[in-house]
């Protein structure tokens, strides 16, 4: 029985993003509830795709492994730009650089919040299922939540309340939080069905026609495949029927082929929406995932989005737990950074959807003949799978506290995960705090009297790692490197001059080591 003492951080919603959200609030040492209304974790697929810079978050978290045993990479993206053509974009094979994780992993949702709830549950951690949550008020040092469960209402006090609880979040309605919504005005299917096909079974379509777009992927279970169908002559009025005869004549009319659709073992029917939060905080309430921004599953970005906000939030609140004195500055830079983040996946998705829809026969020709020539270059294709993988997402300088040299990986970018001696680069980091990388600089005592100070404080990095030459000309030539807890660059700097950590610590969480 949950215990009705004060906890650290109250999850509400059982998704990736929530059950991500409370596994790294464990990991970051955390007293957790996670919380959800529903009787038991959902046995739909949802979504599939898992890319690759998630797969390095939940390798931090522990679960990647389990992941990947689970799922099954996409071997390549077939794009069909007219029925006689196929640009093959062979996954496995392109130039992914620096990640452990170098293709898509198909998965489907249930087992993606399995590995999540089995790695809470091994933490000591249990998702309270049947629990929903009712209101919640709030003052300067924590928030009282109403719960119910079994009828019967529960209140408890968290020092934080997570809204991880979907398009409709309660949390966030609770919280006085708006939403911008807007309706895209189209219609798509969802289809998880048996079937057979003339393509491999790790290999996924595109089809863009004058029927409407369709994608068909590949699922681990063997034959089974999803297919996601644009319905331009559906206005979202009348539910369509779904049956195999319906499944084969799509299949048929997009593809030109037979399918022999049978065992159909998930629909779903919707007209696309999207929107972003007018906010992701308001006092001590965080929002993330769907609660806080809303966008097209073209690509697959939408759990993505999720457990990367989570990721990102959970070392912040661990931070103010240890005693930082400018909470504001760090939940700032969350709501800063992932609505920033949040609003560019909005918007590009929102673009990819609605050139996938155009109608017009003329600008669809042209649109196909475009694509036929522009994907079948090998670093448009490069580009193309990292862009997805969201390896190249990164953050504006405005956006986020941070600082330092120009170059093609600065300060707000993903710290690249190369080869090194015994393994790779993320293996030398910190797992929980900031850590500082020297790129081809000598320790000196200035340094190591910071990185004693730092690990006193029990604020920022611990760790000095020396890193070789071969990060230099993508780090602009920068000779210190302040990595945060969720591998984002956090300053860079042409001299290896401890005073700049020191304004770092300073200007972003107040605090100023002794040594210096």
Same mark, same amino acid.
């Given at each position: 029985?949950?215990?009705?003492?004060?906890?650290?951080?109250?999850?509400?919603?059982?998704?990736?993003?929530?059950?991500?959200a409370?596994?790294?609030?464990?990991?970051?040492?955390?007293?957790v509830?996670?919380?959800?209304?529903?009787?038991?974790?959902?046995?739909?697929?949802?979504?599939?795709?898992?890319?690759?810079?998630?797969?390095?978050?939940?390798?931090?978290?522990?679960? #990647?492994?389990?992941?990947?045993?689970?799922?099954?990479?996409?071997?390549a993206?077939?794009?069909?730009?007219?029925?006689?053509?196929?640009?093959?974009?062979?996954?496995?094979?392109?130039?992914?650089?620096?990640?452990?994780?170098?293709?898509?992993?198909? /998965?489907?949702? %249930?087992?993606?919040?399995?590995?999540?709830?089995?790695?809470l549950?091994?933490?000591?951690v249990?998702?309270?299922?049947?629990?929903?949550?009712?209101?919640?008020?709030?003052?300067?040092?924590?928030?009282e939540?109403?719960?119910?469960?079994?009828?019967?209402?529960? +209140? /408890?006090?968290?020092?934080?309340?997570?809204?991880?609880?979907?398009?409709?979040?309660?949390?966030?309605?609770?919280?006085?939080i708006?939403?911008?919504?807007?309706?895209? *005005?189209?219609?798509?299917?969802?289809?998880?069905?048996?079937? $057979?096909?003339? %393509?491999? &079974?790790?290999?996924?379509?595109?089809?863009?026609?004058?029927?409407?777009?369709?994608?068909?992927?590949?699922?681990?279970?063997? #034959?089974?495949?999803?297919?996601?169908?644009?319905?331009?002559?559906?206005?979202?009025?009348?539910?369509?029927?779904?049956?195999?005869?319906?499944?084969?004549? !799509?299949?048929?009319?997009?593809?030109? %082929? *037979?399918f022999?659709?049978?065992?159909?073992?998930?629909?779903?029917?919707?007209?696309?929406?999207?929107?972003?939060?007018?906010?992701?905080?308001?006092?001590?309430?965080?929002?993330?995932?769907?609660?806080?921004? !809303?966008?097209?599953?073209?690509?697959? &970005?939408?759990?993505?989005?999720?457990?990367?906000? #989570? %990721? *990102?939030?959970m070392? =912040?609140?661990?931070?103010?737990?240890?005693?930082?004195?400018?909470?504001?500055?760090?939940?700032?830079?969350?709501?800063?950074? =992932?609505?920033?983040?949040?609003?560019?996946?909005?918007?590009?998705?929102?673009?990819?959807?609605?050139?996938? +829809?155009?109608? @017009?026969?003329?600008?669809?020709?042209l649109? @196909?003949?475009?694509?036929?020539?522009?994907?079948s270059?090998?670093?448009?294709?490069?580009?193309?799978?990292?862009?997805?993988?969201? !390896?190249?997402?990164?953050? @504006?300088?405005?956006?986020?506290?941070?600082?330092? +040299?120009?170059?093609?990986?600065?300060?707000?970018?993903? !710290?690249?995960?190369?080869?090194?001696?015994?393994?790779?680069?993320?293996?030398?980091?910190?797992? +929980?705090r900031?850590?500082?990388?020297?790129? $081809?600089?000598?320790?000196?005592?200035?340094?190591?009297?910071?990185?004693?100070?730092?690990?006193?404080?029990?604020?920022?990095?611990?760790?000095?790692?020396?890193?070789?030459?071969?990060?230099?000309?993508?780090?602009? *030539?920068?000779?210190?490197?302040?990595?945060?807890?969720?591998?984002?660059?956090?300053?860079?700097?042409?001299?290896? $001059?401890?005073k700049?950590?020191?304004?770092?610590?300073?200007?972003?969480?107040?605090?100023?080591?002794s040594?210096?």
């Amino acid at each position: 029985m949950p215990s009705d003492a004060p906890i650290d951080v109250l999850v509400v919603g059982a998704g990736p993003t929530g059950l991500s959200a409370a596994v790294e609030a464990k990991r970051h040492g955390l007293s957790v509830r996670v919380i959800d209304r529903k009787a038991h974790r959902s046995r739909f697929s949802k979504a599939l795709v898992t890319h690759a810079r998630t797969m390095e978050a939940f390798e931090a978290m522990g679960v #990647s492994d389990a992941m990947r045993q689970a799922g099954v990479p996409f071997a390549a993206l077939r794009v069909q730009p007219a029925p006689s053509h196929i640009v093959r974009m062979d996954l496995l094979g392109l130039d992914w650089g620096d990640t452990e994780y170098p293709y898509w992993l198909s /998965i489907p949702q %249930f087992d993606t919040e399995r590995c999540l709830e089995e790695h809470l549950l091994s933490q000591g951690v249990q998702v309270e299922w049947n629990t929903s949550f009712e209101s919640l008020d709030q003052d300067d040092s924590g928030v009282e939540v109403t719960l119910r469960n079994g009828g019967l209402p529960q +209140t /408890i006090r968290a020092s934080w309340v997570v809204g991880c609880d979907g398009g409709r979040s309660p949390v966030r309605q609770c919280a006085g939080i708006g939403f911008r919504r807007k309706e895209l *005005g189209e219609v798509f299917v969802i289809i998880d069905v048996l079937g $057979d096909t003339e %393509f491999p &079974q790790d290999e996924g379509t595109a089809r863009p026609s004058r029927q409407g777009v369709l994608f068909l992927v590949p699922m681990p279970e063997d #034959s089974r495949w999803r297919i996601i169908a644009h319905m331009p002559s559906h206005q979202g009025k009348e539910p369509i029927s779904i049956d195999a005869a319906f499944v084969d004549h !799509l299949i048929a009319e997009r593809l030109g %082929f *037979g399918f022999h659709a049978r065992d159909i073992s998930w629909t779903s029917q919707f007209s696309l929406h999207q929107g972003i939060a007018e906010s992701y905080r308001r006092g001590r309430v965080c929002i993330a995932g769907d609660a806080a921004h !809303l966008h097209s599953p073209v690509g697959g &970005q939408g759990l993505n989005m999720g457990v990367l906000d #989570s %990721f *990102g939030l959970m070392w =912040r609140l661990a931070l103010i737990k240890r005693g930082v004195p400018s909470t504001a500055s760090l939940m700032d830079s969350y709501e800063a950074e =992932r609505k920033q983040l949040g609003a560019t996946m909005v918007e590009r998705t929102t673009m990819a959807t609605r050139v996938l +829809t155009l109608r @017009n026969p003329v600008v669809t020709t042209l649109r @196909n003949l475009v694509a036929r020539f522009i994907l079948s270059l090998g670093n448009v294709q490069n580009k193309f799978g990292r862009a997805m993988g969201m !390896l190249e997402l990164s953050l @504006n300088r405005g956006a986020v506290l941070v600082a330092g +040299t120009k170059g093609p990986i600065r300060a707000g970018c993903r !710290l690249p995960n190369p080869k090194t001696v015994g393994g790779r680069l993320y293996d030398n980091l910190h797992p +929980t705090r900031h850590t500082l990388l020297l790129v $081809d600089a000598p320790r000196t005592p200035a340094l190591e009297a910071l990185g004693v100070a730092l690990l006193e404080t029990h604020r920022l990095s611990n760790t000095l790692i020396s890193c070789s030459k071969t990060l230099t000309r993508q780090l602009g *030539g920068a000779k210190l490197v302040l990595v945060r807890p969720d591998r984002v660059i956090a300053l860079t700097h042409p001299t290896a $001059d401890p005073k700049v950590i020191v304004r770092y610590a300073s200007k972003v969480i107040g605090v100023v080591p002794s040594c210096l």
